[in-house]
T-cell receptor, first 115, second 116 residues
Framework: AQTVTQSQPEMSVQEAETVTLSCTYD???????LFWYKQPPSRQMILVIRQEAYKQQNATENRFSVNFQKAAKSFSLKISDSQLGDAAMYFC????????????FGTGTSLTVIP | DTGVSQNPRHKITKRGQNVTFRCDPISEHNRLYWYRQTLGQGPEFLTY????????KSRLLSDRFSAERPKGSFSTLEIQRTEQGDSAMYLCASRRDRSSYNSPLHFGNGTRLTVT
């Protein structure tokens, strides 16, 4: 079974500080794609960052970066210089091309940013 | 890019009634997905279209659920004989598939269904 585990239901961070959200996944495939999505309250889900499993270099997007550990099947998201607008639910997801086109999502981490 | 559009935003219905939701994907996106999301959970896959063909359907999807995507453009999701357990946010997402490109999902705002 394809599963994504986000072990932190809730996290909080002080404004301007750094926070790391954890994610682990389970697949026997070697080729897959990983994503972090952000869902602000009552707003649509948007892509934060993505990573191809074949790439060893960790992806970065401005203040957002990932720590991809393929052997450990870990894909954590680091948010630097946290801003009030970062407050949202964050979902980790992955897709395995060889087993279909589904995106599998975790249960999410609710991030609170404290002014 | 006008984004993925879903209608209605909210739907309240009585148990046993049928409901239909509509999704208009981003125009050049050939792949369209339906997900369901309940409070405190991540999106749960329901079904997926490539153009007009429904290629995957979740085993969890009751036969009361049906989806269509005529002409490979907009899609509809119908729930017949609604039950209280169907209350959830129904999300539509689309993507443009390129074999060598890791295209992400683009989500709509969702339709929130409440069954009373």
């Amino acid at each position: 079974a394809q599963t994504v585990t986000q072990s932190q239901p809730e996290m909080s961070v002080q404004e301007a500080e750094t926070v790391t959200l954890s994610c682990t996944y389970d697949t026997s495939e070697s080729d897959y794609y990983l994503f972090w999505y952000k869902q602000p309250p009552s707003r649509q889900m948007i892509l934060v960052i993505r990573q191809e499993a074949y790439k060893q270099q960790n992806a970065t997007e401005n203040r957002f970066s990932v720590n991809f550990q393929k052997a450990a099947k870990s894909f954590s998201l680091k948010i630097s210089d946290s801003q009030l607008g970062d407050a949202a639910m964050y979902f980790c997801a992955y897709r395995v091309p060889n087993t279909g086109n589904q995106f599998y999502f975790g249960t999410g981490t609710s991030l609170t940013v404290i002014p | 890019d006008t984004g993925v559009s879903q209608n209605p935003r909210h739907k309240i219905t009585k148990r046993g009634q049928n409901v239909t939701f509509r999704c208009d994907p981003i125009s050049e996106h050939n792949r369209l997905y339906w997900y369901r999301q309940t409070l405190g959970q991540g999106p749960e896959f329901l079904t997926y279209f490539q153009n007009e063909a429904q290629l995957e359907k979740s085993r969890l999807l009751s036969d009361r659920f049906s989806a269509e995507r005529p002409k490979g453009s907009f899609s509809t999701l119908e729930i017949q004989r609604t039950e209280q357990g169907d209350s959830a946010m129904y999300l539509c997402a689309s993507r443009r598939d390129r074999s060598s490109y890791n295209s992400p999902l683009h989500f709509g705002n969702g339709t929130r269904l409440t069954v009373t």
